[in-house]
């Protein structure tokens, strides 16, 4: 075919097959249109391609400063952390701090690159445009822009109110839904109280606590009808205190003595408390054994592990008596078959006792060497598994950020355990670590969160009353959380003993014992402080 034909019939048959939706008066377009439409379409490839670029070069560098903080030793402080608070505390809220930054930079990066890449796609119909069009340009200027946008994490202020926009109108009821499950918090409908504290109560008895912590700093920004009352104040430093978030306590306790003329609150983990009540009981009916129900090898393999759980099979007692002294080596087929147990034991209310606890974390730390990428991965699972069960928040985030610069992947997340391990000493006696108060042993107390009805350790609390020169108290100290299930059935049984007192109860859970009627079965005391 000529060149004086390349607008014929044949020419214009090609074109209508192209482009089907087309008139077929508007195929007698120019030549070059296809060729135009077709190079906005690799514009637009081009510039996903230099966005995943700059995505990818911004990684490496947040790694690369990241890697020069851990080889200084922390010596610089990654963030601002109040100076109010103690030094090993500091440490502590250094290493939480790195590991915020960490996630906040993977989901923001993760969220600029999924978000933006529907904006960048081509849209239907972009063959009819004509190129050069200042619609295609000012296209494409848009997703230039969005690409090279800054990904530095947003740093959050204190006592801010949240936007408008995060908060979407819900119609009103008057008693809110409660359910014995934590549901999604991005779920989680808007409902009306007559209070923000009984709006926090409710959402963080349903583990929503984001949208308790929102309730609560709402309400106290200044020019608020409670940024004055004293109770709001303590319930938001009880709720930091029942999540463990020691740098925004100091954020909040600062302001809190300064507006009503106190003292600076101290600070106190409510999850640490518990955690040392549940270590203490069970420490306490191991102190009285003498025999163990396993004693591990000098080199653990799949055998050794078979022999484990055969021995637990047959041991005798509620409580499980594990010695890890002897241990040298844990060969690399049992490593996956050993995380498995670790982690089925974490999720069990399942209740042991340690020996050599040292000893097995020794073996760990020696496998799972900072920067060393060709180790298998499946040892720093067992090594964070481990410090799970033993409930070592503090190892787990150091050793979770040695993770995450050593393989530049963010690190698994934090769980608390269910199961209980109390670490003994060489002589059989509890350590330090897992010391209880003595008054507090012998008495009757609540610990750590229940959720449902089941998980109300009543038998055991009324054992205690019933001892000899116990009062009518309930010590509430260490108890971080109550769904409506276990409320339910603590005012049953206290309605079927009445005269008894709730001790210590921190802010928010005692506004939902008081939402749920608990406080007409007993007389609820709310902590001090």
Request: glycine share 8%; charged share 25%; hydrophobic share 45%.
């Amino acid at each position: 075919m000529s060149k004086d034909d390349a607008g014929g019939l044949f020419s214009k048959v090609a074109k209508f097959v192209r482009n089907p939706l087309k008139d077929w008066s508007e195929l007698e377009g120019t030549p070059g249109a296809g060729a135009s439409d077709f190079g906005y379409s690799r514009e637009a490839l081009k510039e996903l391609m230099e966005r995943r670029q700059r995505n990818d070069f911004v990684r490496r560098r947040e790694f690369d400063m990241l890697r020069k903080l851990r080889q200084r030793g922390g010596t610089e402080d990654p963030g601002n952390i109040s100076s109010s608070l103690p030094s090993g505390d500091r440490m502590t809220d250094r290493r939480a701090l790195t590991l915020r930054k960490i996630d906040e930079i993977e989901a923001q990066m993760s969220q600029q690159w999924w978000t933006s890449e529907s904006a960048a796609t081509v849209p239907d119909g972009a063959d009819t445009v004509p190129a050069g069009t200042p619609a295609v340009d000012a296209s494409l200027a848009e997703h230039h822009a969005r690409a090279y946008a800054d990904t530095a994490p947003v740093v959050p202020t204190d006592l801010q109110p949240p936007r408008e926009a995060m908060a979407p109108a819900a119609p009103e009821v008057l008693l809110p839904s409660f359910s014995t499950h934590r549901p999604a918090c991005t779920a989680a409908p808007r409902l009306a109280f007559d209070t923000p504290l009984e709006e926090a109560a409710v959402r963080f008895a349903q583990g929503d606590d984001p949208g308790a912590e929102s309730a609560l700093r709402q309400a106290l920004v200044p020019g608020s009808a409670f940024a004055d009352q004293l109770q709001t104040w303590r319930a938001l430093l009880d709720f930091y205190r029942a999540t463990g978030d020691a740098e925004r306590f100091a954020e909040a306790a600062a302001p809190y003595a300064e507006r009503f003329g106190l003292p600076a609150p101290a600070w106190v983990s409510l999850r640490t408390l518990a955690r040392d009540a549940r270590t203490g009981e069970v420490a306490q009916r191991l102190d009285a054994r003498t025999e163990t129900d396993w004693q591990a090898p000098a080199r653990l393999d799949r055998p050794a592990l078979l022999a484990l759980t055969q021995a637990l099979s047959r041991a005798k007692g509620s409580v499980w008596r594990l010695d890890w002294r002897g241990l040298g080596q844990i060969e690399a087929d049992a490593v996956q078959p050993l995380t498995t147990l670790v982690t089925h034991w974490a999720l069990s209310p399942v209740q042991m006792g340690f020996l050599g606890t040292d000893e097995l974390l020794a073996v760990l730390a020696a496998a799972t060497p900072l920067g060393e990428r060709g180790v298998d991965a499946g040892w720093w699972s067992l090594h964070l598994a481990v410090l799970r069960l033993l409930n070592r928040l503090d190892d787990f985030e150091l050793v979770a950020l040695n993770y995450c610069i050593t393989y530049e992947i963010t690190p698994p997340s934090w769980q608390a355990p269910r199961g209980t391990v109390a670490e003994m000493g060489d002589a059989g006696l509890s350590s330090t670590r897992a010391a209880l108060d003595p008054a507090a042993a012998r008495g009757a107390f609540l610990a750590g969160e229940l959720a449902g009805a089941d998980s109300l350790p009543w038998s055991r609390i009324e054992e205690a009353l019933d001892r000899a020169g116990a009062g009518p108290e309930i010590d509430c100290a260490a108890l971080v959380r109550m769904d409506l299930a276990a409320a339910e059935a603590l005012r049953a049984r206290l309605g079927a003993r009445p005269g008894l007192r709730l001790l210590a109860v921190h802010g928010v859970l005692a506004e939902f014992l008081r939402l749920t009627g608990v406080d007409r079965c007993a007389v609820v005391v709310p902590r001090a402080g």
